[in-house]
């Protein structure tokens, strides 16, 4: 028997919500389209890579500050901030929508 710890139970979660939470894109050709996660999801996921470091930090930072700056009109906000609440990533995510929204 394996038992999961909190950490193990929050990433079910959050790949539950993703999953939910998908976008399906129509691209040309004999496909319906291709699911991709939604950009909330994808700001979340990001800050938890970045918060964990490994070889590539920079990027993720990188990529959450860009995907706020282009599609924050369109995010589910408080969905985005109750969930990086939820997981310990509120303190990141508000730097990044400062970083985001510098320079408008």
């Known amino acids: 028997m ?4 909190p950490f193990e139970l929050v990433c079910q979660m959050a790949e539950i919500f993703e999953i939910k ?4 894109f129509a691209v040309p050709g004999p496909a ?3 699911w991709v996660t939604a950009a909330e999801d ?3 996921r990001k800050l ?3 918060r964990r470091g490994g070889s590539s930090p ?3 930072w990188r ?3 860009g995907i706020l700056r282009i599609h924050r009109e369109s995010m589910d906000l408080d969905y985005l901030r109750s969930s990086a609440l939820e997981v310990g990533l509120g303190d990141a995510l508000d730097v990044a929508l400062q970083q985001s929204s ?3």
């Open 63 to 65: 990529d959450v500050v």
């Open 42 to 44: 994808q700001v979340l």
């Open 32 to 34: 319906n389209g291709i």
């Open 58 to 60: 920079d990027r993720q």
């Open 102 to 104: 510098a320079g408008e």
């Open 48 to 50: 938890d890579w970045f």
């Open 2 to 5: 394996v038992v999961k710890g």
């Open 21 to 24: 939470r998908r976008v399906l």
